[in-house]
T-cell receptor, first 111, second 117 residues
Framework: QKEVEQNSGPLSVPEGAIASLNCTYSDRGSQSFFWYRQYSGKSPELIMSIYSNGDKEDGRFTAQLNKASQYVSLLIRDSQPSDSATYLCAVTTSSASKIIFGSGTRLSIRP | NAGVTQTPKFRILKIGQSMTLQCTQDMNHNYMYWYRQDPGMGLKLIYYSVGAGITDKGEVPNGYNVSRSTTEDFPLRLELAAPSQTSVYFC????????????????FGSGTRLTVV
């Protein structure tokens, strides 16, 4: 089992709709969870972090965490063409010395 | 702020050649990391450092070496380049991976695109 799993996509969402990205992780001791956005040919950019069960909202982005189910999600409301990118889920190890990345979900927003 | 600076941005190596990828950060971060990203794949951790003089292996350390003599610099050395090392290399830094409850994700450099032929 991979430590951090994501559906590779591509996930195609119409402009203005809600995009939902999901991630599961295997280490029950993980305490910090991140979503990064990566445009083609660019470096990853941190867009959300979450540490407690529940929802965390920042503008059009909402991160959701369920530690019992070992599940993290990212919702993007009012999706824009500029949201088209690969979204990487990242989780700290239980020792908290490093972050493990999923392989990413490619999101495409269609006009 | 410069953030994390990586050099060079592009490089073509011949099999068996050696090179050093440079990484410098000016944010006084203790933690630094080297990742590689193959086409269409996620990031694989090569080596990391929790402070000057301390380094440790990640998921894919074979064929690489690192050193951390200062807080700012974390160079990655390829001794005998192989085609399997063709990839994009990212350096990253953070205050602390243990910073639960605060927004301490990684800051990434712009990457080095390496091709071994």
């Amino acid at each position: 089992q991979k430590e951090v799993e994501q559906n590779s996509g591509p996930l195609s969402v119409p402009e203005g709709a809600i995009a939902s990205l999901n991630c599961t992780y295997s280490d029950r001791g993980s305490q910090s969870f991140f979503w990064y956005r990566q445009y083609s040919g660019k470096s990853p950019e941190l867009i959300m972090s979450i540490y407690s069960n529940g929802d965390k909202e920042d503008g059009r982005f909402t991160a959701q965490l369920n530690k019992a189910s070992q599940y993290v999600s990212l919702l993007i409301r009012d999706s824009q063409p500029s949201d088209s990118a690969t979204y990487l889920c990242a989780v700290t190890t239980s020792s908290a010395s490093k972050i493990i990345f999923g392989s990413g979900t490619r999101l495409s927003i269609r006009p | 702020n410069a953030g994390v600076t990586q050099t060079p941005k592009f490089r073509i190596l011949k099999i068996g050649q050696s090179m050093t990828l440079q990484c410098t950060q000016d944010m006084n971060h203790n933690y630094m990391y080297w990742y590689r990203q193959d086409p269409g794949m996620g990031l694989k951790l090569i080596y990391y450092s929790v402070g000057a003089g301390i380094t440790d292996k990640g998921e894919v350390p074979n064929g690489y070496n690192v050193s951390r003599s200062t807080t700012e610099d974390f160079p990655l050395r390829l001794e005998l380049a192989a085609p399997s090392q063709t990839s994009v290399y990212f350096c990253a830094s953070s205050y602390s991976a243990r910073a639960v409850g605060s927004n301490y994700g990684y800051t990434f450099g712009s990457g080095t695109r390496l091709t071994v032929v």
